[in-house]
């Protein structure tokens, strides 16, 4: 059973907000029982969340009535302070409204110039310990985030606004290729990365894995182009892809290129 | 019934399905969680807001036009009181041909009249029905949206792209299941958009039908008590999602649907639900691979809704727990569960009958006989009698158990297309010790 818990720290020196797993490695708390090969239906418990309880910090409601930490940003409650090790909250967007397309948060003109490659991008890790075991390998190492953004539109079609941004679309490369492109049933083209977008070509470009972990894009002689961080690609030319590299596509399609989230030990 | 209604934060009972052993070195887990709502209704539920968006473009002319005309003023007279209804028709363009109203009786007078009137002409733009209902449905945020969108022919007025692109402009805002009526128009088209909004896609075959089909869909939609509902995904900093998918009653994709809500939690849009209503997901998870002895916990599912009140909901079940446990004993670890085993199967099975079904249209007799084949032995296997019956339209069964079957010489297309739309209907896992589904 979950106790209200506070000030607990698992195994692995973690504060868990959780009293029967940690609640950031998973690892099972002091007095956790193993799991039964058949685990038998338990009768329900449940948390429910007012709006008295919510973070003041980021406004996620509070996990449980005496939880001791914010389970999005780790806000202190107890302390009433910004909590211990910072995890950096990937604005998820409200939900959208019916009409207006969402401005982009900032606005570069397109081609929009990414920052330069080095240097890890966006998704800011918790404290990675250099000695850290290396990130799980195999299949899933990278992924790509497809995003709309509309300032992207140079030529907006007042008939055809970009349609909301309801949020990211995340997928793992985890098939040594993978075509993005624009659905079509009619002719049997289902890309493993669909975007929807009018300026996208059915075939419009492959995701490819490398040896040794790399990752790279080919266009594939897609009507209107591809650019990696702002500059275009010559079709049939592969190009290696660097953590936080962005790819622009069509008329609103935004692809980043991620590694997967490393491990905080 | 004098059960009072639960309270908010018990919604909902979730129960998790799998073998939590894994071999050493293993990093995926595959877990069944099985949710119910509970089985009367929030104090307080949502009101519905139910619209008809309806093809009247020129193939709909004659008994199609006049057996919708008929369903639709049946399923106004069978609204609650407190319900709201509208009507949207669509050709070329759409038209509001009934806005929305509270269905008191002069109301639905009123509609009556106005639907009485339909006329069928023009080409077909789904997307512009599509757009019509959605201004509608924006202008009621609080109630729970509902859309029956019928259509006969192909999308043919506009690119296809113009529904991707509406559908992402509608998502969140209401559900829509989908009817085709005849077999002149495109599954893809039409599963499109029931898929875009968490709805599902069936064939009418005859415009007789088109009144059940209404009645069945107002009393779904009337059951509806809770919009919006989230699937909640916590795991681990150090695991991730591999697949999210709905596997019953239909097997349905979520994992591209993912909202990120912060690095350990993800969450997917179910929808509206009805008290009592059962839906079983299946996740798949990639976990860092502990040493032998090691246990962890790999996700822990819940279910977030917004209560009437406003307030954000989550319901918890502490058996709802997705775990890992490395162990040395092979007796342990490669013991699949046999709920885990059940969806796998149906997966199977559904794409046994969409490749079949493809490879016989594409001539290619041998592959289709192999792969409807084992479909039917699959079937057979996990009981999905409805399935069987679908099957045996298309193929003659000469022994279920081997999955030995014969292609048919002449096959109805209404057939073919049915068995290609309920192929992911799947038969509910039976329960240890429970209900069979």
Redesign the interface.
Known sequence: MTQPTAGLVCPNGHPSEESDYCSVCGAPMPGTAAPAPAPAPAPIATTATTDAQKCPSCGTPRADATARFCEVCRYDYEAQAPGPPPVVIEAAPPTPAPSAPTPAPSAPAPPAPAPPTPGPPTPAQPSLEPSAAPVPTGRTEWEVTIAIDATLDVEPDPDAPAPPDVGDRIFPIDLPEMLVGRRDDAHHIRPEIPVIDPGVSRRHAHFLRLPEGRVAIVDLASANGTAVNGSGLVAGQRRELADGDVVTMGRWTRITIRRRGQVPQ | MTTPPP????A??????Q???LAPGS?RVDAIVSVTAAGTAPAAARPLLLGFVIDNSGSMHGPRIDAVRHAVETAIRLLDDHAGFFVVTFNGSARVVVPPNRAAEDAKRRALTAVHELVANDGTAMSTGLAAA??LF?RSPEAIGQCIFLTDGKNESE????V???L??C???FTCDCWGVGTSW?V??VQ?IARGLLGKASLIPEPEGIEAAFREAVAKAQAKSMKSVRFRV???????V?SFKQVSPTIEEFT??????????REYDTGSWGPGEARDYQVAL?V?PGAVGD????A?PSLVFTGPD????????????V???WTADET?SS?L?STVAHYNGQDELAAAIQQGLEAREQGNEAAATTLLGRAVQLAHESGNADMTTRLAKVVDVVDPSAGTVLLKKSVSKAATMDLELESTTTRRARR?GGDGG
């Open positions: 309270d908010a934060a018990e909902f009972a979730i129960e998790a399905f073998n939590p052993y990093d959605r201004s924006a690119s296809a792209t113009e991707e692109l509406e992402r402009r998502a969140g805002l495109q893809g088209e499109e916590w795991t681990p900093a150090s695991a991730e591999i591209p649907r993912a909202r990120q809500v912060n690095p350990q939690v990639h860092k246990q962890m916990l790999a822990r406003g307030t954000e909901v989550e319901v918890r079940a502490p058996g709802a727990r775990l890992a446990s342990l013991r569960d240890p």
